[in-house]
């Protein structure tokens, strides 16, 4: 399963054969300048929630490469009055792609669209391919659904650890305990003043706590 940072928490993973770009917001970020959204040509584009900064390229992404479209059922249906099919899913539901099973969990955040319409319920993603399990978790504060996740054994995860608008980086920390993971990858910082980080205090706070933290830099791949 290679995995791709574009920014913020865009992320693809390229798996049986298939991509998966998650919640991409990456032309509006001066960051990710060097990345040409129309070479990226996903198959199927995951969104956690409907703020700005994790749909802003959605619909362009979409259009340029006819990609199926995973998301909370609200969501869906706003797509649907602009052309686009969704697969509407909601909390606790999964379904069997031909990349393998996508499960959308509980996140607790707030969720609206760019235009004021309703945004259902924020959400992550646990997806289930090549024998392995991520969880991508989205935007999220740390909740102790999360323990629901414990005995899923995962491979790797997603966490959001700019802190403001998510948890933190301390947070995040307990948060994998509570997932019982050991390889994480983090996302939603440094895009924006208010979550900045300071990288290497955030990497020796994950190596005392006896977890392996990524933080990739825009572009960068690796295998999960």
Same mark, same amino acid.
């Given at each position: 399963?290679?995995?791709?940072?574009?920014?913020? $928490? =865009?992320?693809?993973? *390229?798996?049986?054969?298939?991509?998966?770009?998650?919640?991409?917001?990456? $032309?509006? &970020?001066?960051?990710?300048?060097?990345?040409?959204?129309?070479?990226?040509?996903?198959?199927?584009?995951?969104?956690?929630?409907?703020?700005?900064?994790?749909?802003?390229?959605?619909?362009?992404?979409?259009?340029?490469?006819? #990609?199926?479209?995973?998301? +909370?059922?609200?969501?869906?249906?706003?797509?649907?009055?602009?052309?686009?099919?969704?697969?509407?899913?909601? +909390?606790? !539901?999964?379904?069997?792609?031909?990349?393998?099973?996508?499960?959308?969990? &509980? =996140?607790?955040?707030?969720?609206?669209?760019?235009?004021?319409?309703?945004?259902?319920?924020?959400?992550?993603?646990?997806?289930? $391919?090549? !024998?392995?399990? #991520?969880?991508?978790? !989205?935007?999220?504060?740390?909740?102790?659904?999360?323990?629901?996740? *414990?005995?899923? &054994?995962?491979?790797?995860?997603?966490?959001?650890?700019?802190?403001?608008?998510?948890?933190?980086?301390?947070?995040?920390?307990?948060?994998?305990?509570? +997932?019982?993971?050991?390889?994480?990858?983090?996302?939603?910082?440094?895009?924006?003043?208010?979550?900045?980080?300071?990288? *290497?205090? =955030?990497?020796?706070?994950?190596?005392?706590?006896?977890?392996?933290?990524?933080?990739?830099?825009? !572009? *960068? $791949?690796? &295998?999960?």
């Amino acid at each position: 399963m290679k995995t791709t940072y574009y920014g913020q $928490s =865009a992320i693809m993973i *390229e798996t049986e054969g298939k991509k998966l770009l998650f919640d991409p917001f990456i $032309s509006p &970020n001066p960051a990710a300048k060097h990345i040409n959204i129309h070479n990226l040509k996903p198959d199927y584009i995951l969104v956690s929630h409907g703020h700005g900064d994790h749909i802003a390229d959605l619909v362009t992404i979409q259009k340029s490469s006819g #990609a199926k479209v995973i998301c +909370i059922a609200e969501i869906a249906g706003w797509l649907g009055k602009q052309g686009i099919e969704a697969h509407g899913m909601n +909390i606790g !539901g999964g379904f069997n792609f031909d990349f393998g099973r996508v499960k959308m969990v &509980n =996140a607790v955040h707030s969720s609206t669209m760019p235009d004021g319409a309703a945004g259902g319920n924020p959400a992550g993603f646990v997806v289930y $391919s090549e !024998g392995k399990k #991520a969880y991508y978790a !989205g935007d999220t504060a740390l909740t102790y659904d999360m323990k629901l996740l *414990e005995d899923e &054994n995962l491979d790797w995860a997603f966490l959001p650890i700019g802190d403001n608008y998510t948890m933190g980086v301390d947070d995040a920390i307990k948060a994998t305990r509570f +997932i019982n993971c050991q390889n994480i990858i983090g996302m939603h910082y440094d895009t924006f003043p208010v979550i900045a980080i300071n990288k *290497e205090e =955030a990497m020796e706070k994950f190596i005392k706590a006896g977890i392996n933290l990524k933080l990739l830099k825009i !572009g *960068e $791949s690796i &295998n999960l």
